[in-house]
């Protein structure tokens, strides 16, 4: 059976490595379906959910907060300063932040406030979306 290499990692450690038939994640003019063999490609991805299908068929989610997606033939690593495996996400701090993040666009000072808030809900609520797509598949 043809299997790709894939890790994901954030900023503090490894979330995930293993091989997988497929990988799915957000590119940032839509969603890329990763197979074995794929051609090289270096681009970003948008906060949202990253689907691996396993060896075995099972599935395994990590939801990045946006990040550097590099593909080889034979070997795919995300790369995201904030990932989280799909079992490990939490429904009430995500809805907190989210509702901070909203806060904080209500109370921005300036553009950069604005900007930073902006950023954090888009985040908070891609979280929200991966979390409920990943709920669904249990």
Request: with cysteine; glycine share 8%; charged share 30%.
């Amino acid at each position: 059976m043809n299997t790709i290499h894939v890790d994901v990692v954030s900023a503090e450690e490894s979330i995930f490595s293993g091989e997988a038939r497929f990988v799915a994640l957000p590119g940032e003019a839509g969603e890329l379906g990763i197979y074995p063999r794929h051609t090289p490609l270096i681009t970003r991805i948008k906060a949202g959910s990253v689907r691996i299908e396993m060896a075995d068929g099972s599935e395994e989610f990590v939801f990045v907060a946006g990040g550097i997606l590099e593909v080889q033939p034979d070997c795919v690593t995300v790369l995201s300063d904030t990932a989280i495996r799909g079992k490990d996400l939490d429904d009430e701090k995500a809805n907190a932040a989210k509702l901070a993040a909203e806060e904080a666009i209500k109370n921005a000072k300036s553009d950069l406030d604005l900007a930073r808030a902006s950023s954090e809900l888009a985040v908070m609520a891609a979280q929200i979306t991966a979390l409920r797509k990943y709920r669904g598949k249990k």
